[in-house]
């Protein structure tokens, strides 16, 4: 089902993704994030469609990577500690609450870009992707469509691992166990890997231009994309939000 | 992308898909790594995100390769499920230019280990100068940040540079790669070699 996410142009919902990162990494205060973060989650999840269990599924890797960087920034902040912001003694370092606030806004910060990304590519077809990237960002079609015949290889690849084994088995290759012995064989899966794909695009390459493929400028397209007033409303409607959360903690500063 | 032939472009990014799924992997992997231990868990495996600039432009050799193919890596790793998402891009981007701006300085003429080390060195710079803004580095204190910056040079040495050179070469070696310029150099090392020897 087309939820009204999935009906914004692919590039302007780069854009807008692209701007509020920007402007995230300007912002050193914990409120701004967490409050922006509240909004996406609300927004995304009514106007995507995604189910609550996926999203957070989605979220629990970047629930560790953002632990991470609050106690990162709290232990090797660079705010000196003085009696004033002092806030705790754990072993040799005392943690002070410059840099705790400055770690509970970096890991929002890496929750908001989760966020974000989660909402980019839950709604977006990678070729509309491409294809708008090349009607919209005057992008070679060339390399556009040397992209996506490149990602029409993806699937692929499991199977190739798969052969691949198979071959070293039939050869009486030994079966790997063990972490050490796994590392070792890496190169011998690696290159055959890498070869049989280039071997495929080759293939491919050469199947492009037998059809007339020529990568120019010039051409037609089946699906056109174009960027229309409920796309800017999407933009502008972005940017308010950011507004928004950035009055938010105006108001918890003063 | 004029004097690129569509056969060097998408077996670019068939090469570029191959390692967007690596960088996707080391992503995860360095994501529960940087929870226990910070960031800097991160710095030991930064390098292998560079390792397709290095791969592409060694075999290609054209003006644009180190950063194209970045770029294309980070769109793939984006299509597939980046913690990053569309800023990806821009990461790849930068890395990207990290390394080009290495081999420009050789006027894309000059192919050896070093200069393929020091592109890796190259994107180790860029991207740190990256993650000193937006991923807010900055907040860190300069002693930390000093140690953050050589484990990454190294590993962009080690694991783009060296690495990435010893997989194009045992690529070359096997033939696949004979109408490119890694390959066509094979070729004609081989054939002086072999004239050494019937003399």
């Known amino acids: 089902m087309k939820q009204p996410l999935h009906l914004i142009n692919p590039t302007v919902k780069a854009a807008a993704v692209f701007c509020c990162v920007v402007m995230l990494s300007f912002i050193y205060n914990p409120y701004t994030p967490a409050c922006f973060y509240i909004i996406i989650v609300a927004g995304v999840l009514l106007a995507a469609g995604i189910p609550l269990k996926k999203w957070l599924l989605f979220t629990i890797p970047f629930l560790i990577l953002a632990f991470g960087c609050v106690w990162t920034a709290a232990v090797f902040g660079k705010v000196p500690t003085t009696p004033d912001n002092f806030l705790f003694q754990a072993g040799p370092i005392s943690i002070n609450s410059d840099n705790v606030s400055v770690g509970i806004s970096l890991g929002f910060r890496i929750l908001c870009f989760s966020a974000l990304s989660m909402m980019f590519v839950f709604t977006t077809d990678p070729i509309l992707f491409m294809l708008s990237l090349v009607q919209q960002c005057r992008l070679s079609p060339k390399l556009a469509y040397g992209v996506i015949a490149g990602f029409r290889f993806l699937p692929l690849l499991k199977d190739e691992v798969q052969l691949i084994q198979q071959a070293h088995k039939i050869r009486g290759g030994a079966a790997e166990s063990g972490i050490i012995n796994k590392i070792s064989a890496l190169k011998r899966y690696t290159i055959p890997l890498l070869a049989s794909a280039i071997r495929k695009a080759e293939r491919t390459a050469l199947a492009m231009e037998s059809k007339g493929f020529t990568g120019s400028r010039n051409r037609t397209y089946y699906r056109t994309l174009s960027v229309n007033r409920r796309d800017w409303v999407f933009f502008c409607l972005v940017l308010l939000l950011f507004a928004g959360s950035f009055l938010v903690s105006l108001c918890f500063a003063s | ?199």
């Open chain 2, 1 to 199: 992308m004029k004097s690129w032939k569509v056969k060097e472009i998408v077996i670019m990014s068939v090469i570029s898909i191959v390692f967007a799924v690596v960088y996707l992997l080391f992503t995860h992997f360095g994501n529960v790594l940087a929870g226990m231990f910070g960031p800097i868990a991160y710095e030991p495996i930064y390098g292998i995100w560079f390792i397709v600039s290095v791969i592409a432009a060694y075999m290609i050799r054209k003006p644009g390769a180190a950063l194209v193919s970045e770029i294309i890596a980070a769109l793939v790793e984006c299509l597939l499920g980046n913690p990053s998402g569309p800023m990806v891009i821009v990461i790849g981007i930068v890395q990207g230019l990290g390394a080009e701006a290495v081999f420009l300085a050789t006027r894309w003429k000059a192919y050896s280990l070093p200069v393929l080390m020091l592109a890796g060195m190259g994107s180790s710079v860029a991207s740190f100068i990256y993650d000193l803004f937006v991923s807010g580095y900055a907040a860190y204190s300069p002693g930390y940040l000093l140690i953050m910056l050589v484990i990454r040079l190294i590993s962009g040495a080690l694991l783009a540079g060296l690495l990435g050179k010893a997989v194009s070469d045992s690529l070359a070696y096997t033939g696949v790669l004979n109408g490119m310029a890694l390959g066509k150099e094979l070729k004609k090392k081989r054939k002086r070699a072999s004239e050494h020897a019937s003399l």
